[in-house]
């Protein structure tokens, strides 16, 4: 069964320079099914704005906005 969608919930969603937050992400099969098993990558449209390491760490580096994409494989 393939890979049907992923929720990301940040600690923060505004962050001032300097702050961090954590992501956390649920990966579901097409029935529903939570995926156990699977590792979550994270990429930042921005880097100059924002940052996100392999743990879902996030940090803010200035003013801006920039998007967090989740990747799930399993």
């Known amino acids: 069964m393939q890979l049907a969608k992923i929720d ?4 923060s969603t ?3 320079t ?10 579901y099969l097409g029935d529903g099914t939570l995926i156990d098993d699977g ?11 924002v940052s996100v390491d392999e743990n879902g760490m ?3 580096h200035k ?3 920039a998007q967090i ?5 399993y």
Do not use: M, P
């Open 39 to 49: 590792v979550f990558q994270y990429v930042s449209s921005d880097e100059s704005i």
């Open 63 to 65: 003013n801006g906005i």
């Open 18 to 27: 300097g702050d961090t937050a954590k992501l956390s992400s649920f990966a």
């Open 58 to 60: 996030i940090q803010a």
């Open 8 to 11: 990301t919930f940040a600690s």
């Open 69 to 73: 994409t989740t990747i799930c494989t």
């Open 14 to 16: 505004l962050l001032e």
